[in-house]
């Protein structure tokens, strides 16, 4: 059983810069594709990012392309997600989630509890 703590929300102008951290434990780190999801309230969960197992292949959704970049540490079992030039649109509770040896779009087994992100205008 993976655990995932995200961390590293909060409020930011436009424009501003927030890094999103997320702890793994319980699980072979190394093995485990990464993604970013995020939800706006009365929308549904979409995929931001997502980094390969192996960290040969990553995925950006076409709105944060250019901004926002996906990274891992596999000595500290941690994924990260660096978000530049924050927009009022990028607010969001984002989730943190894993899958071993899965696809960067294919469906994930563990999820983190989230963390919220505000963008202010």
């Known amino acids: 059983q993976v655990q995932l703590v995200e961390s590293g929300g909060g409020l930011v102008q436009a424009g501003g810069s927030l890094t999103l951290s997320c702890a793994a434990s319980?699980?072979?780190?190394?093995?485990?594709?990464m993604g970013w999801f995020r939800q706006a309230p009365g929308k549904e969960r979409d995929i931001v990012a997502a980094?390969?197992?192996?960290?040969?292949?990553?995925y950006y959704a076409d709105s944060v392309k250019g901004r926002f970049t996906i990274a891992r540490d596999n000595a500290k079992n941690t994924v990260y997600l660096q978000m530049n030039s924050l927009k009022p649109e990028d607010t969001a509770i984002y989730y943190c989630?894993?899958?071993?040896?899965?696809?960067?779009?294919?469906?994930?087994?563990?999820w983190g509890q989230g963390t919220q992100v505000t963008v202010s205008s």
């Open positions: 319980g699980g072979t780190f190394s093995t485990y594709t």
């Open positions: 980094l390969y197992w192996s960290g040969r292949r990553t």
């Open positions: 989630a894993a899958v071993q040896y899965g696809g960067t779009l294919g469906s994930y087994d563990y």
